[in-house]
């Protein structure tokens, strides 16, 4: 089945750093994938989605110059947290969707990578 | 009111038990519904889309009442493995509108 691979799966930081994040989709391509953020017994918060060859579109409340998104490839989306403080610790999960010829679709979840920022 | 709300739990059932866990929904005009699973540390995995007419997967089964805007998932002879969190996961349509509900921990001991 479809994989999802996503990189690292744990990050620790000092404050002010930025850090990155890789999404991977191994055997299929990708034109859309979503980036979430979750907090400890809390929702999957959609921060972006993530579009291959363009811009990103941010969930309302997400800032754009500190989450920067990108999808170069078919197969790979970036996101980087730039200038990281403490409240940006948190669980990163990167989707890809998947597309049948029915048209019918399913979602891929990464591995998700555990951010601490010191 | 949240999106999606879900009863957190825990819920503590010993192995053979059957659970139900309800969500419920703001957005009547949602059009996709799903049941997702995540064990602690994890990615979230589906366990299974739920439609109007309900549906069945072995001991799993998804029901969707409109009317009332709720969905339910029934677990019937719960195994250890079960252990886990399950996600309602409400959709209006593409998957960049899905919203996840907080989660009911489900914990089935021996």
């Known amino acids: 089945g479809a994989v999802v691979s996503q990189h690292p799966s744990r990050v620790i930081c000092k404050s002010g750093t930025s850090v990155k994040i890789e999404c991977r989709s191994l055997?299929?391509?990708?034109?859309?994938m979503f980036w979430y953020r979750q907090f400890p017994k809390k929702s999957l918060m959609l921060m972006a989605t993530?579009?291959?060859?363009?811009?990103?579109?941010?969930e309302q409340g997400v800032e754009k110059d500190k989450f920067l998104i990108n999808h170069a490839s078919l197969t790979l989306s970036t996101l980087t947290v730039t200038s990281a403080h403490p409240e940006d610790s948190s669980f990163y999960i990167c989707s890809a969707q998947t597309w049948d010829r029915d048209g019918t679709g399913e979602l891929f979840f990464g591995e998700g990578s555990r951010l601490t920022v010191l | 009111r949240k999106e999606v709300e879900q009863d957190p739990g825990p819920f503590n059932v010993p192995e053979g038990a059957t659970v139900a866990f309800n969500c419920t929904y703001s957005n009547s005009a949602s059009q996709s519904f799903f049941w997702y699973r995540q064990d602690c540390r994890k990615e979230p995995k589906l366990l299974m889309s739920v439609y109007s007419s309900g549906n069945e997967d072995g001991r799993f089964t998804a029901q969707l009442n409109r009317a009332s805007q709720y969905i339910s998932l029934l677990i019937r002879d719960s195994k250890l493995s079960d252990s886990a969190t399950y996600l309602c996961?409400?959709?209006?349509?593409?998957?960049?509108?899905?919203?996840f509900g907080a989660g009911t921990r489900l914990a089935v001991h021996p």
């Open positions: 055997d299929f391509q990708a034109t859309t």
């Open positions: 996961v409400v959709g209006g349509g593409g998957y960049n509108k899905l919203i």
């Open positions: 993530s579009n291959e060859g363009s811009k990103a579109t941010y």
